[in-house]
């Protein structure tokens, strides 16, 4: 079908669509008839279609008596429509293709997309596109799924992301769209509407059928066909969906009115956090996006250089982070705010703090826009969209089909980067908004709890809330200017070099530049991406690094205070698109230096420097010691599955120190112990690097050499002898065992479980069965176990991989009693078996090529090659043609090999069997009955009328982790691709 002979459904084709000269994807935008707007992207190269469609309607479009409602038609239109009635048809083709799928839904939109192997694309959009026009809503799948959405509403209740960001909705015009909650519970969806006779699923059916209409939505397609031929799947699967003419939703009027400025809030987190955040309502600004006022206004404001609001905020103590801008509130209305985290001292001075904002504002307003200012801010963004690295297709997808919304047709690709228009006047206008007397605080803090007299009627946050006082107005309308703050001046890291270096020799993988017994230099030069930037990793592995609890903490304070030392100097290199950063590991620290290639060698040089010349400022030290307290206390407002994979890690690693250790330790972490440490930590070190990108051997060699002579000179660093150079195993667990261990967690509401079936070591057949298990039963296990079983709203399985040993894990976060959940989990991987006995040859080799399309799915991004690279150097594996060497086996398994590693392995009676389960119980009321001493018998009750082979062995409780791990052997390493000497490297193949 042509362009012409299908005018009838096409009111608008723009084959201008701007895009990077970098950039060799075809484009076309098109507006249907039906006042669809429609992005085709056409890239014979890729290895995944993707579409996505977004719908301008969300949250904010809730019925007044229905809280949720957009949220819930998301997750209902993935249960079925009237062409494909199964609930799970969608996911399960995506699953056997090689795709995935997912959604979100916001204020004002709601996103649906997913990817796919190419082949696939037609018969995929096929399922995508009844979404918009035949959902199903059954009455069985409704009275289900509203319990993903209750559970999913619970995850976020004790999150102070999720509470903060409704207080200050529920602050504003209580009559306003804006102050609604999102996400809906069982409460809103269920219970109340049936106490007034009222039919959730009716509601469903007609806020469908009000609001999805083809002129509020937007579609992306990628896929490796010419544009003709994805304008033909667009047109046969989406040309007819229904235009309603639906109004596009717009809110003149801003939530916060005269009533709702002028205020402090104070709340109480769930963590032990302090936040100051000041607020004022502006204008929406995206008619603008040519002059981009918030953007200028926000570069200055956040900027953290010298001179700056942060710099002076930090040197008195008082912050440690800043964050400035305009952020968007919905068509119609958007805010401006400063959030900074606060110091023990800063929040003490929160007045002061915001004094100091005032009088950078002043500045401003001193100072006049600059243009000088706006051309740097315009060529840094025109910098990264000429540069921009290729996205993964589903995140590309989603995000083309928002900014349809946001954008003409041929800026969709360009609108968010390139910006144009200087107008002093209109920075001016907003900048003028930005007073005393339009401004809201909220200071965040446990020092207010038993202090508030309120609590916000979703979260159950405790806040108080006050006028500010007219004294305080006036001080801060009077504030002045301040003699420390001054503008930014001009960036001296915009790189003004893009030329590609001169290309070596290709090679398939790194290469090793220099193997000494002091470094080890690994170098591969980019030939895919070509783009002007370059990564670099460094790893200095010190033995005393994590010595014990001390040195841990020792370690990781020495990495925060050089980042924080360096911030002012290097924050400019950051906008430049050139960054840092330095992390401890068990092994030691890892530098990693990503961006532009121009300036690369001179931050690499700073940072050295900085660290053979390390002075730490004592009061910085205290500050951020106080921080990294309670981060490591703010562990246990965690997730309970993120508490539950935690603990299995704690169980099965050689060497882990606990949190608990770690605070324990934190009492003797000081100034002169920190002092005294540094130049131990650097006495003997063993350096392992990876240049790659649009580098040269040569230059890969001046740095290797910067950082070998600085550290020799300063700390007169010698090599670790071979036995300190050590990977820690991995606890190994006996044949036909099974263990579980049980924790609290005092925060959440919800309970979880991670169940660990341990495997066997790495190696080509092992990765390949046990990935290829994890395929096939992926999506029955999140369709059986959450949307039939409703058991939570998380659920994943997958492959669990750490210290070369590898295995299966089924994670679940629920209100269920564990023990129930076990058992669930159990009947399931039981019914796995005749689910895999039965399955058609077809079926099968559809599951081995998903497999194959998802392994040999290419990095699309610098950093995710690097990563791919890094990733088989610190392992030691130097598998770096992994993909290809484990997919060309993975064709060779067979259904029986599957069958023989689940009955060796995972099967209920296996030979082999190694269970671990991890139990995190909630202590919230109601489920205090849940966490006691009884045994953990693995009995199962099958829906399916199988029966097991007879009840197993009690689970062995785990109550000292340390006794338990010491009583177990542990797993050799996997036996490296390569062998790594430092005179000689050779491969086995």
Request: hydrophobic fraction near 35%.
């Amino acid at each position: 079908m042509s362009l012409q002979s299908s005018s009838s459904k096409i009111a608008k084709v723009v084959d201008n669509v701007i895009k990077s000269p970098e950039d060799n994807r075809l484009y076309r935008a098109v507006e249907l008839k039906n006042g669809m707007k429609v992005l085709l992207i056409s890239d014979p190269t890729t290895d995944k279609s993707s579409a996505s469609l977004n719908t301008r309607v969300g949250s904010m479009s809730d019925p007044e008596d229905l809280p949720g409602l957009a949220h819930f038609c998301e997750h209902m239109l993935f249960l079925g429509t009237t062409k494909y009635p199964e609930e799970n048809d969608y996911n399960k083709f995506l699953s056997e293709h090689g795709g995935s799928s997912n959604a979100f839904t916001s204020g004002e939109h709601t996103n649906y997309f997913f990817d796919v192997s190419p082949e696939h694309l037609l018969r995929a959009l096929d399922r995508f596109s009844q979404f918009f026009c035949c959902p199903l809503f059954t009455e069985s799948a409704t009275g289900r799924e509203v319990m993903a959405v209750n559970s999913e509403n619970d995850k976020n209740l004790q999150n102070d992301a999720w509470r903060l960001r409704q207080l200050d909705k529920a602050t504003c015009k209580p009559t306003h769209a804006y102050s609604k909650f999102g996400t809906g519970n069982r409460d809103t969806l269920e219970i109340v509407p049936k106490s007034r006779n009222q039919d959730t699923r009716c509601e469903l059916l007609k806020f469908h059928k009000q609001f999805y209409s083809a002129n509020l939505m937007s579609l992306c397609i990628l896929g490796k066909e010419n544009l003709d031929e994805l304008s033909e799947m667009t047109l046969n699967f989406f040309g007819d969906v229904e235009n309603k003419n639906v109004a596009v939703p717009e809110w003149k009027e801003h939530p916060c009115g005269p009533e709702e400025v002028k205020i402090c809030l104070k709340a109480v987190p769930i963590k032990d956090l302090r936040n100051l955040s000041v607020t004022w309502p502006i204008p929406d600004l995206h008619e603008f996006y040519k002059s981009s006022p918030g953007h200028y206004l926000g570069h200055l404001i956040g900027h953290e250089g010298p001179g700056s609001l942060l710099s002076e905020l930090k040197n008195r103590g008082w912050v440690n982070t800043l964050v400035g801008g305009q952020h968007h509130g919905a068509k119609g209305f958007a805010f401006f705010s400063v959030d900074v985290d606060l110091t023990e001292e800063g929040i003490e001075h929160t007045d002061d703090i915001v004094t100091l904002i005032f009088q950078y504002l002043n500045l401003l307003r001193k100072e006049g826009p600059k243009e000088w200012v706006f051309k740097e801010c315009q060529d840094l963004s025109a910098m990264g969209f000429r540069f921009k690295d290729k996205e993964k297709p589903i995140n590309y997808t989603s995000g083309c089909s928002a900014n349809l919304h946001d954008y003409p047709m041929e800026e969709v690709l360009s609108g968010h980067y390139l910006f144009d228009a200087y107008n002093s006047e209109l920075i001016q206008s907003v900048l003028d908004k930005l007073t005393p007397d339009t401004v809201r605080l909220c200071i965040v803090a446990k020092k207010y709890e038993g202090k508030t007299d309120l609590k916000e009627k979703w979260y159950g946050t405790d806040y108080s809330i006050s006028r500010l006082p007219e004294e305080v107005l006036q001080k801060w309308r009077n504030a002045g200017l301040h003699e420390n703050l001054h503008i930014p001046d001009k960036n001296e890291f915009i790189p003004t070099n893009f030329d590609l270096v001169t290309r070596d020799e290709d090679s398939n993988a790194p290469l090793i530049l220099r193997n000494t017994k002091i470094t080890r230099l690994w170098f591969k030069q980019d030939t895919k991406f070509l783009l002007p930037k370059a990564y670099v990793t460094v790893e200095f592995k010190s033995p005393y690094a994590y010595m014990d609890p001390l040195s841990a903490n020792l370690t990781y304070m020495f990495g925060e205070l050089l980042k924080d030392a360096l911030n002012e100097y290097a924050y400019a290199a950051e906008l430049a698109g050139l960054s840092y950063d330095l992390n401890s590991t068990i092994y030691g620290l890892i530098l990693k230096l990503q961006g532009y290639s121009d300036k690369q060698h001179v931050l690499l040089r700073k940072l050295i420097d900085k660290i053979t010349k390390f002075e730490i400022n004592e009061q910085r030290f205290s500050i951020l010691l106080e921080a990294y307290v309670r981060l490591l206390k703010n562990f246990r407002a965690e997730q309970p599955h993120q508490h539950a994979i935690y603990y299995t890690n704690l169980l099965v690693a050689e060497h882990l120190w606990t949190k608990e250790e770690l605070l324990e330790a934190a009492e003797d972490t000081t100034f002169e112990k920190l002092l005294a440490f540094v130049p131990r930590l650097f006495s003997h070190v063993f350096l392992e690097l990876l240049v790659y990108g649009n580098v040269s051997k040569e230059r890969a060699n001046q740095l290797t050499d910067i950082i070998e002579k600085s550290l020799t000179e300063r700390y007169q660093t010698r090599p670790l002898m071979a036995s300190q150079l050590r990977r820690f195993r991995e606890v190994q667990l006996p044949d036909g065992s099974s263990y579980v261990y049980r924790q609290m967690n005092e925060v959440h509401k919800s309970s979880s479980l991670e169940v660990y079936y341990q495997c066997d070591i790495q190696e080509t057949h092992s990765n390949m069965v046990l990935e290829l298990f994890c395929q096939i039963v992926g999506e029955p296990c999140f369709d059986i176990l959450r949307t039939q079983e409703q058991l939570g709203y998380i659920v994943f399985s997958g492959v669990r991989r750490s210290n070369g040993v590898q295995g299966l894990r089924i994670i679940v976060q629920s209100d269920k009693t564990l023990e129930f959940v076990e058992s669930r989990i159990e009947a399931f991987l039981l019914k796995m078996q005749k689910h895999i006995q039965e399955m058609t040859p077809e079926v099968f080799d559809k599951h081995v090529l998903a497999l194959a399309s998802k392994r040999l799915e290419k990095p699309k991004k610098l950093s995710a090659q690097h990563a791919r690279y890094w990733s088989e150097i610190t392992t030691q594996h130097y598998n770096f043609d992994r993909d290809e060497i484990e997919v060309r086996h993975l064709k060779t398994i067979t259904k029986d090999d599957v069958l023989k590693f689940y009955e060796e392995l995972i099967a209920y009676n296996a030979p082999k069997r190694h269970k671990l389960s991890v139990h995190i119980t909630s202590a919230s009321s109601g489920h205090l009955d849940k966490l006691d001493n009884s045994p953990l018998v693995e009995s199962v009750d099958t829906d399916n009328g199988c029966g097991l082979p007879g009840p197993r062995a009690q689970a062995v409780e785990v109550f000292d982790v340390a006794s338990f791990k010491h009583g177990l052997a542990l797993f050799p390493l996997p036996k490296p691709f390569i062998s790594v000497t430092p005179t000689k490297v050779f491969s086995k193949l």
